[in-house]
């Protein structure tokens, strides 16, 4: 009765579209609506060639917009994939392992170390336990829980075991409220595809009425309707350029492959080109900017002496600077003892065994030479576990030179005072050794303002077993450890990196303020004292009223609202922050007009993944919901690699305006010479046939091939482009200019052989041809130093292809052209010449005259 009112432990899984959907849906962008329009009217005139090719090229574009959107879909299914497969619950008086999936509210389970919570549990009864939270909040530390606190499904039970009462199951769970939030976040369009959308629209109805008032003219002219009927219809084929989705396939696939090739894997090819567009790059800090674990980097000992420690990950082996003395071996040497981990070395890198936060302590005191044998000279006799209440954690050992060692650690706060932790007396004092409480509690804020986890450390020799409460009266400190979760070391360069991209970068995490802020100082995001957002309130740090569903409102975290803080702008730290927060902040920031890259590594980061323009995932140390809801997983774990990206999308976004300056300003050469010809004395200046085939080998391989173009040397010293900016923005005057060179040339060759008595259409359809090939090596990219020698050979390739047409017999008698003789066609060429020359020469002029920054 309980699964059936309340359903199965499972995350909800909305039904997919179906592949007729996903067809439908591709079918309906503008460019493939007038091809579609084309191909039926050439299958009425029986053009089986233009139909077949027009056909092809449907067929490419629709396949792969579907097997992308069939990738996508994997997001919540990863999520699902998280909850734990088995759980241990009390039925009948007994446990017995069944499937999570069939647990319901009321279940008894039990968790152990290691173990994923598998539902929403209250707890009942808990020892040592501690919790890794981390994918749900960001939150690097483990957290202490007992009886009493709910654990979250979805977290990972780290030391200790606890049993809990299942209160949420499903899609009523922690983790089921984000697989939520990502269902319930759609697939944004790309700003290429919006771009592209509004180009298709205008093109279509362009070429629609350009064409229409071809096919009148040459009616009204006397020419047959069909014929004219084909041949504007062969214009609408040549002014659409329909070659564009196979170029915007080809140059980000091949974006794609060299992106693969430097670590980052594109998971939707449209997200390649969003990398061009960003204009703010939102990071996590767990596993983006940090390792991801803790570290000890600072020992401050009871003589103000300090020892910075070096070291990777959790390896005990590193430095120690200065070398340490006598004081920092014995604060080294309680590290080992009262500690609970364990490290092991059987794998390629050490990992922690245990609490990830204690094995960090041993890998400091290996980096200071005691290692773990020390345990065995100074065997422990007796403990007090640590509890959340007394936030400490106290051992007894036997003390090889006689006696008993004890060793204590835990908040500073707790043992830097000078009321006793048992004894309510004042005959004790935990810290009260020639003015060093007041030194350690200095030290301890500093530490603590500059993001550190601090541990205060102290210890006693006892004759005796002492009891629990006599072992923690009269101890002499021993030192304090900071902790921090290390910054990765390319982090610093990335961001600079970026930041001269002209991209703005910001951090948001579900970490304290001050260690945000001083990772944030860190990586060179914020200079000291900048300001930090909470979740709750970034101007007071109170809580604000929030709304209905308990989200805090927008302008509670410094989006849409009144900028305030130092000035005037809004935070680059977002510290606190929930999921449902994070989309907030994302959304606030789309609103504003921003291109938006959100980074993370955890299930708490992948619904601002789905929501952001595009998601950037970590492929080792990330979860699977992160990956999966991503449109790119760094192989590497390096944020240096999305500045690589946003390099290839810029790239791909220049090659893409390139190929329509060359594509449209051809297309509008065609145009114009119909329309001119008729008025010039040349009733159907080219045949249908004539078109289609020019249209053919210029926007075939010569222009898929303008799609590898490489990079130009300032493209990352460029500001982002406006999000609002038109694809075809500061093309018109390019295009205008070409096209008219292109007319011009056409026009007049025609012209002069017409006069001479010679064959003027032949002759205008080679130089039109062979003048667009010629605009197509004036476009390139230049300066980067390499070369496109695609490029090359598909110029060559339609070079021979255009000459074949009036040379071969065959090609003759279908294409209706004449024979040229040799001085004709060197004419011919050396006319052609001239619209390239001087696209190339102003080309020249304009980069020179650019700015550089």
């Not at 994997?74 to 647990?103: F, I, K, N, T």
């Not at 500001?719 to 200019?737: H, K, M, N, W």
């Not at 001479?756 to 090939?773: E, K």
């Amino acid at each position: 009765m309980l699964r059936e009112r309340h359903g199965r432990n499972e995350l909800p899984a909305a039904p997919p579209p179906s592949i007729v959907a996903r067809i439908g849906v591709q079918l309906r962008d503008p460019l493939i609506v007038v091809l579609l329009v084309a191909m039926v009217v050439t299958a009425a005139l029986r053009d089986v060639s233009d139909l077949v090719v027009i056909a092809l090229v449907i067929v490419l574009n629709t396949t792969v917009g579907v097997v992308q959107e069939l990738r996508a879909d994997r997001a919540v299914a990863a999520l699902r994939r998280m909850a734990a497969p088995h759980a241990r619950v009390r039925r009948d008086g007994a446990d017995v392992s069944v499937p999570a999936a069939e647990l319901v509210p009321g279940d008894v389970v039990r968790v152990e170390a290691g173990d994923i919570v598998p539902a929403d549990l209250r707890v009942v009864e808990a020892v040592r336990l501690a919790l890794d939270e981390s994918a749900l909040t960001g939150e690097s530390m483990t957290v202490a829980r007992s009886a009493g606190d709910e654990l979250s499904a979805g977290t990972v039970t780290a030391t200790g075991r606890a049993t809990g009462v299942v209160v949420r199951t499903g899609e009523h769970s922690a983790l089921g409220r984000i697989a939520a939030l990502v269902a319930g976040q759609p697939r944004r369009q790309t700003p290429l595809q919006r771009r592209l959308v509004g180009l298709g629209k205008v093109l279509a109805l362009t070429a629609v009425a350009l064409s229409g008032v071809v096919f009148l003219v040459g009616v009204l002219r006397g020419q047959p309707v069909a014929e004219m009927l084909l041949a504007a219809v062969s214009l609408t084929v040549a002014a659409v350029p329909e070659s564009l989705p196979a170029v915007v396939t080809l140059a980000l696939a091949l974006g794609a492959h060299r992106m693969a090739r430097r670590s980052a894997i594109v998971r939707r090819l449209p997200a390649v080109e969003t990398l061009g567009s960003v204009t703010v790059l939102a990071t996590d800090k767990t596993g983006t900017l940090t390792e991801g674990l803790m570290s000890v980097e600072r020992l401050l000992l009871p003589d103000g002496g300090e020892i910075t420690l070096t070291g990777t990950g959790y390896a005990p082996s590193g430095t120690a600077t200065p070398e340490p003395g006598a004081a920092g071996l014995e604060l080294a040497r309680a590290l080992v003892l009262c500690n609970d981990a364990d490290l092991d070395h059987a794998r390629p890198a050490w990992a922690p065994v245990g609490d990830p936060m204690e094995a960090a302590l041993l890998a400091a005191a290996g980096r200071c030479g005691i290692d773990l044998a020390v345990r065995q000279e100074f065997p422990r006799v007796a403990e007090v576990p640590f509890d959340a209440v007394r936030r400490r954690m106290t051992t007894v050992h036997t003390d090889p030179a006689g006696g008993y060692l004890v060793v204590s650690k835990g908040a500073p706060d707790v043992l830097l005072t000078t009321t006793p932790p048992v004894s309510t007396t004042d005959d004790h004092q935990a810290f009260a050794t020639d003015g060093y409480q007041a030194l350690a509690i200095e030290g301890y804020r500093a530490l603590a303002a500059e993001g550190y986890r601090v541990l205060a450390v102290s210890g006693a020799h006892r004759d005796s077993i002492p009891t629990p409460e006599d072992a923690e009266r009269d101890l002499r400190p021993l030192g304090l450890v900071a902790l921090i979760d290390p910054v990765r070391k390319a982090a610093p360069a990335a961001v600079a990196a970026l930041r001269d991209a002209g991209i703005e970068v910001i951090l948001i995490t579900g970490d304290h303020p001050a260690t945000a802020a001083a990772i944030a100082e860190r990586v060179g995001l914020a200079t000291p004292g900048a300001r930090v957002a909470l979740g709750t309130d970034p101007t007071s740090h109170a809580t604000p009223p929030h709304g209905p569903d308990g989200a805090a409102p927008p302008h509670s975290l410094g989006i849409d609202a009144p900028q305030n803080g130092a000035g005037g702008a809004v935070p680059v730290v977002y510290a606190r922050t929930s999921p449902e927060q994070k989309l907030t902040i994302i959304e606030g920031l789309q609103r504003r007009g921003a291109v938006v890259a959100m980074t993370g590594d955890g299930v708490n980061d992948a619904p601002a993944l789905r929501r952001a323009d595009i998601g950037v995932a970590m492929g080792r140390g990330g979860t699977e919901a992160a990956r999966q809801a991503a449109d790119l997983v760094l192989a590497d774990d390096n944020l240096a690699t999305v500045a690589t990206a946003v390099r290839e999308g810029r790239r791909i976004y220049a090659n893409i305006r390139r190929f329509l300056v060359y594509a449209l300003s051809g297309g509008a050469a065609e145009v114009l010479v119909m329309l001119a010809g008729p008025w010039l004395g040349m009733p159907v200046p080219l045949l249908p046939a004539q078109i289609l085939w020019i249209n053919m080998i210029t926007h075939g391989l010569p222009g898929v091939a303008l799609g590898g173009e490489p990079a130009v040397p300032d493209l990352m010293r460029r500001r982002p482009r406006r999000p609002d900016q038109a694809i075809l923005g500061g093309l018109a005057a390019p295009i205008a200019v070409t096209s008219a060179l292109i007319t011009a040339t056409v026009l007049a060759a025609a012209l002069w052989t017409r006069h001479a008595g010679g064959p003027w259409q032949s002759v205008l359809f080679l130089v039109l041809g062979l003048a667009q090939l010629g605009v197509a090596l004036a476009l390139r990219a230049r300066g980067g130093g390499q070369r496109n020698w695609s490029l090359d050979a598909a110029v060559g390739l339609s070079l021979v292809l255009q000459l074949a047409a009036v040379w071969l017999p065959p090609l003759q008698s279908l294409l209706g052209t004449t024979p040229l003789t040799l001085t004709q066609t060197l004419a011919c060429a050396a006319a052609a010449a001239v619209p390239g020359l001087v696209t190339f020469l102003l080309g020249h002029h304009v980069r020179r005259a650019a700015p550089t920054g």
